[in-house]
Nanobody
Framework: QVQLVESGGGLVQAGGSLRLSCAAS????????MGWFRQAPGKEREFVAV????????YYADSVKGRFTISRDNAKNTVYLQMNSLKPEDTAVYYC??????????????????WGQGTQVTVSS
């Protein structure tokens, strides 16, 4: 059973940085797609970033491109989302997601079978 546990959320001022972590267990993730999504109050869950566990095929939402970086540590079985130059509109619950198949549909929530519980990120102005 795949388990994803996020951590690292919190309250930060605009312009600040946070690093989210997603600890993955229960499988060998070498071929998995690992994604980050976020959901603000009253809005649908939206794509933020994705990568193959191998480190290739990395993509970002236009709204975070140049500010956020997705990466992984194989030894720790952990995926990270480094978030810099944070803005109030980045405020949301951030979710880690995984699926055994990386596809061109990485933008959609239905492309991921496994989800973490989410971690709150709040950016004050």
């Amino acid at each position: 059973q795949v388990q994803l546990v996020e951590s690292g959320g919190g309250l930060v001022q605009a312009g600040g940085s946070l690093r989210l972590s997603c600890a993955a267990s229960g499988r060998t993730f070498s071929s998995y797609a690992m994604g980050w999504f976020r959901q603000a109050p009253g809005k649908e869950r939206e794509f933020v970033a994705v990568m193959r566990w191998s480190g290739s095929n990395t993509y970002y939402a236009d709204s975070v491109k140049g500010r956020f970086t997705i990466s992984r540590d194989n030894a720790k079985n952990t995926v990270y989302l480094q978030m810099n130059s944070l803005k109030p509109e980045d405020t949301a619950v951030y979710y880690c997601a995984a699926d055994s198949a990386y596809s061109g549909s990485y933008y959609y929530t239905w492309a991921y079978k496994y989800w973490g519980q989410g971690t709150q990120v709040t950016v004050s102005s």
